[in-house]
């Protein structure tokens, strides 16, 4: 399983982003497909996910601003982001779980100025 992370980039405070995942698979099988973050210094977290059979999912910190959705026809996950804030700063990671196994993209860095 490969997954593929883009759309990141430096954006000001209160702008947009849409992050996207590529997985080389169908996604409708996997348990839980999803985004986590870690930015300098901190641990890796999770931002938000959508599992299956029990929806979607977000950190406190990004609820209200963060969307994550999925199209299974293209096998894409997306992370809609507004209202970013410089606390968003960090490397976002795409991730999928099937079983006991988890899957990681490349991080693709979020940068937010003041």
């Known amino acids: 399983v490969q997954l593929q992370a883009s759309g990141g980039g430096l954006v000001q405070d209160g702008g947009s982003l849409r992050l996207s995942c590529a997985v080389n698979r169908r996604i409708l099988p996997f348990n839980v497909v999803g985004w986590y973050r870690q930015a300098p210094g901190k641990e890796r977290e999770l931002a938000a996910a959508?599992?299956?059979?029990?929806?979607?999912n977000y950190a406190d910190s990004v609820k209200g601003r963060f969307t994550i959705s999925t199209d299974n026809a293209k096998n894409m996950v997306y992370l809609q982001m507004d209202s970013l804030e410089p606390d968003d700063t960090a490397l976002y990671y795409c991730?999928?779980?099937?079983?006991?196994?988890?899957?990681w993209g490349q991080g693709t860095q979020v940068t937010v100025s003041s």
């Open positions: 959508i599992s299956r059979g029990a929806g979607s």
């Open positions: 991730h999928a779980r099937l079983g006991y196994l988890n899957y």
